[in-house]
């Protein structure tokens, strides 16, 4: 019995130390891109705003589809009031006598009103309404777009940031490596400047590499830092551990549709095209709202109400009372607006001719933004290849100005180029290589593909480190 009383506790006591150990493991594992998207989709400012106003959008289906239900409205009244009428020249008809000029008349002075009123409309033709409840529904339409656009955004910018962390510190690191190694090349140049093995020229060439390597290595740490802010800004939490972009490995070279291809499913799949299809759409029904074959409208109209006065006044205690309804069928044409219709009609069509002419440069400018990614893949492909080969023979260069200036057979100043081409070759490398994947993503984007699957295939270009 007392060990089957100790089992909750040692269940809870095991149960608390595997929580923190997943803890401890879950945080030392590197923040990889899909991990990084799901903080982003929950933490970035600029995403919930753009969530929160294609929700708001979404809203205009149900308020164009209330456009053409009925409405009802009800009225009641009750308070004191008063009443005078006077009828002249009436006729007075009963079973036994009739009587001409008959007047009557009726005066209630402070009397209790009391009344109430119920009315229904239901439009039945109204192209103004027509025009409006499908511009409500073009826009949640467009509403919809957004979000797509909105995602892939997003996307986009968790990549170019995971990436700018990367890059910079990496150029913080090649940098660091060359500046250490040119601090070994002053030190050693100036001990055998000393023993006169080597010139004063010698000396002043690695100081001046040395002093312009650490200016390099200040302003790459604070790209660095600046980078790191972003990324912070965007998923509220440190990139402590992130993945890293070997550079020996080989990237397997995308193929690609040809050019035309992209180009035609970008006209036809772009999100911002689409949208401003949408909006060239909008613009042709608020023209026709504002037509003049438009302008007549044709309603049900249903009322039902009653009144009731009650009090005395100049000829004694009186009491009006009124029950009325009526069902009908109501026109309505405007006549003469003061030109209003008519200035909204221009206004309209200068609109939708704007429209129409900026819907052409969003089209060049997006054919131009594919043209440019589908070209940068194609480069960027070729880049890294030749990097990688130069990346070799730099190496291969360096070891061998490295045995040289040992032997004397190389200068120093030779030693500290060869140095720098090697740092200068891995940066580029790098950069080819996040320039391949960012070109891939941005034309994923510009033909409305852009999910998860993608930065779980750019994912696989990284590694731990």
Same mark, same amino acid.
């Given at each position: 019995?007392?060990?089957?009383?100790?089992?909750?506790?040692?269940?809870?006591?095991?149960?608390?130390?595997?929580?923190?150990?997943?803890?401890?493991?879950?945080?030392?594992?590197?923040?990889? *891109? +899909?991990?990084?998207? =799901? $903080? @982003?989709? !929950?933490?970035?400012?600029?995403?919930? /705003? &753009?969530? #929160?106003?294609?929700?708001?959008?979404?809203?205009?289906?149900?308020?164009?589809?209330?456009?053409?239900?009925?409405?009802?409205?009800?009225?009641?009244?009750?308070?004191?009031?008063?009443?005078?009428?006077?009828?002249?020249?009436?006729?007075?008809?009963?079973?036994?006598?009739?009587?001409?000029?008959?007047?009557?008349?009726?005066?209630?002075?402070?009397?209790?009103?009391?009344?109430?009123?119920?009315?229904?409309?239901?439009? *039945? +033709?109204?192209?103004? =309404? $027509? @025009?409006? !409840?499908?511009?409500?529904?073009?826009? /949640? &339409?467009? #509403?919809?777009?957004?979000?797509?656009?909105?995602?892939?955004?997003?996307?986009?910018?968790?990549?170019?940031?995971?990436?700018?962390?990367?890059?910079?510190?990496?150029?913080?690191?090649?940098?660091?490596?060359?500046?250490?190694?040119?601090?070994?090349?002053?030190?050693?140049?100036?001990?055998?400047?000393?023993?006169?093995?080597?010139?004063?020229?010698?000396?002043?060439?690695?100081?001046?590499?040395?002093?312009?390597?650490?200016?390099?290595?200040?302003?790459?740490?604070?790209?660095?830092?600046?980078?790191?802010?972003?990324?912070?800004?965007?998923?509220?939490?440190?990139?402590?551990?992130?993945?890293?972009?070997?550079?020996?490995?080989?990237?397997?070279?995308?193929?690609?549709?040809?050019?035309?291809?992209?180009?035609?499913?970008?006209?036809?799949?772009?999100?911002?095209?689409?949208?401003?299809?949408?909006?060239?759409?909008?613009?042709?029904?608020?023209?026709?709202?504002?037509?003049?074959?438009?302008?007549?409208?044709?309603?049900?109209?249903?009322?039902?109400?009653?009144?009731?006065?009650?009090?005395?006044?100049?000829?004694?205690?009186?009491?009006?009372?009124?029950?009325?309804?009526?069902?009908?069928?109501?026109?309505?044409?405007?006549?003469?607006?003061?030109?209003?219709?008519?200035?909204?009609?221009?206004?309209?069509?200068?609109?939708?001719?704007?429209?129409?002419?900026?819907?052409?440069?969003?089209?060049?400018?997006?054919?131009?933004?594919?043209?440019?990614?589908?070209?940068?893949?194609q480069m960027n492909v070729r880049q890294v290849s030749a990097l990688q080969k130069a990346l070799m023979a730099s190496q291969e260069r360096l070891a061998a100005t490295r045995l040289g200036h040992e032997l004397g057979d190389n200068t120093t100043l030779e030693r500290l180029d060869a140095e720098n081409k090697i740092a200068q070759v891995q940066l580029e490398l790098?950069?080819?290589?996040?320039?391949?994947?960012?070109?891939?993503?941005?034309?994923?984007?510009?033909?409305?593909?852009?999910?998860?699957?993608?930065?779980?295939?750019?994912?696989?270009?990284?590694?731990?480190?």
């Amino acid at each position: 019995m007392p060990q089957l009383s100790c089992k909750p506790k040692h269940y809870v006591c095991v149960s608390l130390l595997l929580a923190v150990f997943w803890h401890s493991a879950s945080a030392a594992q590197p923040m990889d *891109l +899909l991990e990084t998207w =799901r $903080l @982003a989709l !929950s933490h970035d400012p600029q995403y919930r /705003a &753009e969530q #929160a106003a294609v929700e708001a959008g979404g809203e205009h289906r149900t308020q164009a589809r209330s456009m053409w239900l009925p409405t009802l409205g009800a009225s009641a009244t009750a308070g004191r009031a008063g009443r005078t009428s006077n009828t002249k020249g009436a006729q007075f008809i009963t079973p036994t006598m009739t009587s001409e000029e008959v007047e009557f008349n009726t005066s209630i002075r402070g009397g209790d009103l009391y009344s109430y009123g119920l009315g229904v409309k239901q439009p *039945l +033709l109204d192209r103004a =309404r $027509l @025009a409006q !409840s499908r511009q409500l529904r073009l826009s /949640a &339409e467009v #509403a919809d777009l957004q979000w797509q656009s909105a995602q892939q955004n997003l996307l986009l910018k968790v990549a170019q940031r995971y990436f700018s962390v990367l890059l910079a510190r990496e150029k913080v690191h090649f940098l660091t490596q060359q500046q250490a190694q040119v601090d070994l090349i002053q030190e050693e140049t100036q001990a055998r400047f000393e023993l006169g093995d080597r010139p004063v020229t010698d000396t002043y060439e690695a100081l001046a590499h040395a002093q312009g390597l650490q200016a390099q290595v200040l302003a790459a740490q604070m790209q660095a830092d600046l980078a790191e802010a972003d990324f912070t800004d965007l998923t509220m939490q440190a990139p402590d551990s992130l993945l890293s972009l070997p550079l020996q490995t080989p990237l397997q070279a995308p193929v690609l549709a040809p050019l035309t291809e992209w180009l035609t499913d970008t006209v036809q799949l772009n999100p911002l095209l689409l949208m401003h299809e949408k909006g060239v759409s909008i613009a042709a029904e608020q023209v026709a709202q504002y037509s003049s074959w438009s302008s007549p409208t044709l309603d049900l109209v249903g009322r039902l109400g009653y009144e009731k006065l009650d009090g005395s006044g100049r000829y004694g205690s009186a009491l009006n009372k009124t029950d009325d309804w009526m069902i009908a069928v109501q026109l309505n044409v405007p006549i003469f607006t003061g030109g209003y219709r008519s200035s909204k009609h221009r206004e309209a069509l200068y609109l939708q001719d704007k429209n129409i002419a900026e819907g052409e440069v969003l089209r060049q400018q997006i054919k131009q933004q594919t043209r440019a990614a589908w070209l940068g893949v194609q480069m960027n492909v070729r880049q890294v290849s030749a990097l990688q080969k130069a990346l070799m023979a730099s190496q291969e260069r360096l070891a061998a100005t490295r045995l040289g200036h040992e032997l004397g057979d190389n200068t120093t100043l030779e030693r500290l180029d060869a140095e720098n081409k090697i740092a200068q070759v891995q940066l580029e490398l790098l950069d080819a290589k996040v320039s391949l994947i960012i070109h891939q993503l941005q034309l994923a984007a510009l033909v409305g593909a852009l999910d998860e699957a993608h930065l779980l295939q750019a994912n696989r270009y990284l590694q731990v480190l």
